[in-house]
């Protein structure tokens, strides 16, 4: 598979086919990108399915707190507002995961 191209200036990854004359999101020219490596490549295209996925449980945990706020608002009875409760720090907690292991992979250049 063929080897991915990284902007030097904003870290901007594309294949070399899609790259235009300037980066999409800088605006640098061409010659900034720099080809990565097979190793790099490889990883970046493994990680990114996981990424995809922990974005995906960011948003479900973000429409989660959302829904548990509205229930709170109705304040039917105390168990329904405990559970409600209980709903937002879950969320919080499975949201704060998520975006750490997003992190690492940043940080590991699986982005």
């Known amino acids: ?15 070399k086919d899609s790259l235009g004359d300037n980066c999409p999101k800088c ?11 097979e190793e790099t490549s490889g990883k970046i295209r493994a990680a990114d399915a996981t990424n995809d996925i922990h974005m995906d449980i960011v948003n479900l945990a973000m429409a989660i707190e959302e829904l ?9 009875d105390p168990g329904c507002v405990d559970a409600f409760e209980k709903a937002i720090q879950a969320a919080w907690e499975m949201k704060q995961i998520s975006k750490a292991e997003l992190a690492i992979h940043m940080n590991k250049g699986k982005w």
Request: net charge negative; proline share 3%; glycine share 8%.
């Open 27 to 37: 605006g640098a020219p061409r010659e900034k990108f720099i080809e990565l490596d």
């Open 1 to 15: 598979m063929e080897n991915l191209f990284k902007c030097s200036v904003c870290g901007y990854t594309n294949e």
């Open 68 to 76: 548990a706020r509205e229930g709170i608002e109705l304040d039917l």
